[in-house]
């Protein structure tokens, strides 16, 4: 029988279908000391001139973040991919990989060499292709918004359709990056509905958690809370607010104390703290990393204040 089409070009769930997965996450590695905050700092590709990656130098930058604590991410700002073009970017993932980064590698992954234009199907394609490179590299992918979803203005069962379709085709583990209107406007009314909370629970074991760019504290708060019954991570992305994020305030109301671990979860190998707080996938901080590392250090040590005072200076 063949299934019914939606607007976005992958069939329709038939009726009667199996219930989103409820698996957790595998057991976190003996003798780790779980994270209690991953902060993971986007990178822009250093580049020589001419406009070619200078690979040395980009490893050289990765090597001293992760020796201050941090996780690095590659590829999530849409312009610096189009200029890039996934080749170039593959290339510096594969160098940066081999580095063995302390604290992990994430990098974007998106619809290259297929585009916006191309069908949806075409473009899962490509995003799957990406996953598998980057998982093949030693990162760990973190799948960015399709604008073409938004512009076609598909309903909410649409897209968890889509994602269906794609975690299909992914080995995991993925983050999810939902990113909104404020930050980029093309992406109008994504994730509508109850799609995000729907396809977030899809496969909990192979979406470990989610990048949140919406700049809404209180319904991140909301979000991560619902994250959380399923071992999954929240990493914010909104440097106005990381310091309440961080601690675990409710709605950016900071308090007098760090939110504590309720328990431990596994990401690519590592062990991570898991409570009512994000940890972060941030953009713009690398320049200030010395300053941020001693704010984390702060919060490590139980100082709710004296984080919060540090990390409103890097806003």
Request: aromatic share 4%.
């Given at each position: 029988?063949?299934?019914?089409?939606?607007?976005?070009?992958?069939?329709?769930?038939?009726?009667?279908?199996?219930?989103?997965?409820?698996?957790?996450?595998?057991?976190?590695?003996?003798?780790?000391?779980?994270?209690?905050?991953?902060?993971?700092?986007?990178?822009?590709?250093?580049?020589?001139?001419?406009?070619?990656?200078?690979?040395?130098?980009?490893?050289?930058?990765?090597?001293?973040?992760?020796?201050?604590?941090?996780?690095?991410?590659?590829?999530?700002?849409?312009?610096?991919?189009?200029?890039?073009?996934?080749?170039?970017?593959h290339e510096l993932v594969k160098r940066t990989g081999e580095l063995?980064?302390?604290?992990?590698?994430?990098?974007?992954?998106?619809?290259?060499?297929?585009?916006?234009?191309?069908?949806?199907?075409?473009?899962?394609?490509?995003?799957?292709?990406?996953?598998?490179?980057?998982?093949?590299?030693?990162?760990?992918?973190?799948?960015?918004?399709?604008?073409?979803?938004?512009?076609?203005?598909?309903?909410?069962?649409?897209?968890?359709?889509?994602?269906?379709?794609?975690?299909?085709?992914?080995?995991?583990?993925?983050?999810?990056?939902?990113?909104?209107?404020?930050?980029?406007?093309?992406?109008?009314?994504?994730?509508?509905?109850?799609?995000?909370?729907?396809?977030?629970?899809?496969?909990?074991?192979?979406?470990?958690?989610?990048?949140?760019?919406?700049?809404?504290?209180?319904?991140?708060?909301?979000?991560?809370?619902?994250?959380?019954?399923?071992?999954?991570?929240?990493?914010?992305?909104?440097?106005?607010?990381?310091?309440?994020?961080?601690?675990?305030?409710?709605?950016?109301?900071?308090?007098?104390?760090?939110?504590?671990?309720?328990?431990?979860?596994?990401?690519?190998?590592?062990?991570?703290?898991?409570?009512?707080?994000?940890?972060?996938?941030?953009?713009?901080?690398?320049?200030?990393?010395?300053?941020?590392?001693?704010?984390?250090?702060?919060?490590?040590?139980?100082?709710?204040?004296?984080?919060?005072?540090?990390?409103?200076?890097l806003a």
């Amino acid at each position: 029988m063949i299934q019914p089409q939606s607007k976005s070009g992958v069939p329709a769930a038939r009726p009667g279908e199996a219930p989103a997965s409820s698996t957790r996450s595998g057991q976190v590695p003996r003798g780790d000391r779980p994270l209690l905050r991953l902060c993971i700092l986007s990178v822009p590709a250093r580049r020589v001139a001419g406009g070619a990656v200078d690979l040395d130098a980009c490893a050289a930058e990765a090597t001293r973040l992760a020796g201050l604590g941090f996780g690095v991410a590659l590829g999530l700002d849409p312009a610096e991919r189009a200029d890039l073009a996934w080749n170039r970017l593959h290339e510096l993932v594969k160098r940066t990989g081999e580095l063995g980064l302390a604290h992990g590698l994430v990098v974007g992954i998106s619809n290259e060499p297929a585009g916006s234009a191309a069908s949806i199907g075409d473009q899962l394609e490509a995003v799957a292709a990406q996953a598998s490179a980057v998982e093949e590299a030693g990162g760990v992918p973190l799948v960015l918004p399709l604008p073409a979803l938004s512009r076609r203005r598909c309903k909410e069962a649409e897209y968890v359709e889509v994602y269906r379709t794609l975690l299909a085709r992914v080995a995991g583990p993925v983050i999810l990056d939902w990113t909104g209107a404020r930050v980029r406007p093309e992406l109008l009314d994504y994730f509508p509905g109850k799609s995000f909370e729907r396809v977030m629970a899809l496969e909990p074991a192979k979406v470990r958690g989610a990048r949140f760019a919406l700049l809404d504290v209180a319904r991140e708060t909301r979000l991560r809370r619902e994250l959380l019954a399923r071992d999954q991570l929240l990493f914010t992305a909104d440097r106005a607010h990381l310091g309440p994020l961080l601690l675990g305030s409710n709605a950016g109301i900071a308090g007098d104390r760090v939110a504590q671990p309720v328990r431990e979860v596994e990401l690519a190998g590592r062990a991570l703290a898991l409570g009512d707080f994000s940890h972060a996938i941030v953009a713009g901080l690398e320049g200030r990393a010395d300053a941020l590392a001693e704010a984390l250090a702060t919060l490590a040590a139980g100082d709710a204040a004296g984080t919060l005072e540090r990390l409103a200076a890097l806003a």
